[in-house]
């Protein structure tokens, strides 16, 4: 299109002209800018995270793996084999096909985790249901659970962000700061699908089936599963989970 608008001046040009007067004009070549590649952008109007050295964070590719049958299921129907908190700030449930996290105190966590079982690579989503929760109020979905204070923690918050954490020793690192996704339901109630795929030294986390994000750390390398819920404001919190699955991965 724009080769036709250049010589047409040209063209109009010879045919005002005689050709024993036309002396040949400089050529000039025409400058076209190239229009971009359009992308994905997960996270609009979100800066750039900040990378840990230790730590790679890569945009989600097209995953380099499959993902298997059914090997743990949890329906929620009974408290066996979870632990929970038996303290004044808030209780955790366990009944009618969810586990109920439900925070009385202002700005308290509770957290409740699985004995069982301990696995490197899965895929694994949980439901969560925030019923009652505002503004930076947080829950999420632990993995690779080692004791009680060893696991990753991928959280959403309650205004529509998410965050992943490592936990190690009592101390908390920053894996991906907290990003507003379009994926995330703001307030409550609402109803999300949490999903986490681990191979290896990789770990790929999806909200409602789409791609958030990738972390690459090596040093928690094995364990089990878990939920919490935050009180970040001076209100009370009350966050639902349902339907844990947890299936196998197969390499590619």
Same mark, same amino acid.
């Given at each position: 299109?724009?080769?036709?608008?250049?010589?047409?001046?040209?063209?109009?040009?010879?045919?005002?002209?005689?050709?024993?007067?036309?002396?040949?004009?400089?050529?000039?070549?025409?400058?076209?800018?190239?229009?971009?590649?359009?992308?994905?952008?997960?996270?609009?109007?979100?800066?750039?995270?900040?990378?840990?050295?230790?730590?790679?964070?890569?945009?989600?590719?097209?995953?380099?793996?499959?993902? +298997?049958?059914?090997?743990?299921?949890?329906?929620?129907?009974?408290?066996?084999?979870?632990?929970?908190?038996?303290?004044?700030?808030?209780?955790?449930?366990?009944?009618?096909?969810?586990?109920?996290?439900?925070?009385?105190?202002?700005?308290?966590?509770?957290?409740?985790?699985?004995?069982?079982?301990?696995?490197?690579?899965?895929?694994?989503?949980?439901?969560?249901?925030?019923?009652?929760?505002?503004?930076?109020?947080?829950? +999420?979905?632990?993995?690779?659970?080692?004791?009680?204070?060893?696991?990753?923690?991928?959280?959403?918050?309650?205004?529509?962000?998410?965050?992943?954490?490592?936990?190690?020793?009592?101390?908390?690192?920053?894996?991906?700061?907290?990003?507003?996704?379009?994926?995330?339901?703001?307030?409550?109630?609402?109803?999300?699908?949490?999903?986490?795929?681990?191979?290896?030294?990789?770990?790929?986390?999806?909200?409602? +089936?789409?791609?958030?994000?990738?972390?690459?750390?090596?040093?928690?390398?094995?364990?089990?599963?878990?939920?919490?819920?935050?009180?970040?404001?001076?209100?009370?919190?009350?966050?639902?989970?349902?339907?844990?699955?947890?299936?196998?991965?197969?390499?590619?």
């Amino acid at each position: 299109m724009k080769k036709i608008w250049i010589n047409l001046p040209l063209i109009v040009l010879c045919a005002c002209l005689s050709i024993s007067t036309l002396e040949p004009l400089p050529t000039a070549t025409p400058t076209i800018t190239p229009y971009p590649t359009p992308t994905i952008e997960w996270f609009p109007s979100s800066p750039t995270p900040e990378q840990l050295p230790t730590i790679a964070v890569t945009p989600t590719q097209e995953l380099m793996s499959e993902i +298997g049958e059914i090997i743990f299921q949890d329906e929620f129907l009974s408290s066996d084999q979870w632990t929970v908190p038996q303290t004044d700030m808030g209780q955790i449930n366990i009944s009618n096909g969810e586990i109920n996290i439900i925070i009385y105190e202002p700005r308290s966590l509770l957290v409740g985790t699985l004995e069982k079982p301990d696995l490197q690579d899965f895929y694994a989503e949980i439901t969560a249901n925030p019923v009652l929760c505002t503004g930076r109020d947080e829950y +999420g979905f632990l993995f690779r659970v080692f004791g009680r204070n060893q696991y990753y923690r991928f959280a959403l918050s309650c205004d529509g962000e998410v965050r992943m954490d490592k936990i190690v020793g009592g101390g908390t690192f920053v894996l991906y700061p907290w990003t507003r996704s379009a994926s995330v339901p703001a307030g409550a109630p609402s109803v999300s699908k949490l999903e986490v795929l681990a191979l290896q030294d990789e770990i790929r986390v999806f909200v409602n +089936g789409d791609p958030q994000f990738t972390i690459v750390d090596q040093e928690l390398r094995l364990g089990s599963f878990g939920v919490f819920a935050r009180s970040v404001g001076e209100t009370a919190v009350t966050i639902s989970f349902s339907d844990l699955i947890v299936r196998e991965v197969i390499p590619k």
